[in-house]
């Protein structure tokens, strides 16, 4: 009960990775100046 399923990954790891945020400001920036010379 304590413990969460295993099915659901938790948001440790999806935190860690901000290409699998899109909303994440820090990726906004990063493709931003990507786009931008």
Request: glycine content about 0%.
């Amino acid at each position: 009960m304590s413990r969460p399923p295993p099915s659901r990954p938790l948001p440790s790891p999806r935190q860690r990775r901000p290409s699998a945020s899109p909303t994440d400001p820090s990726l906004a920036k990063s493709a931003r100046s990507r786009t931008d010379p």
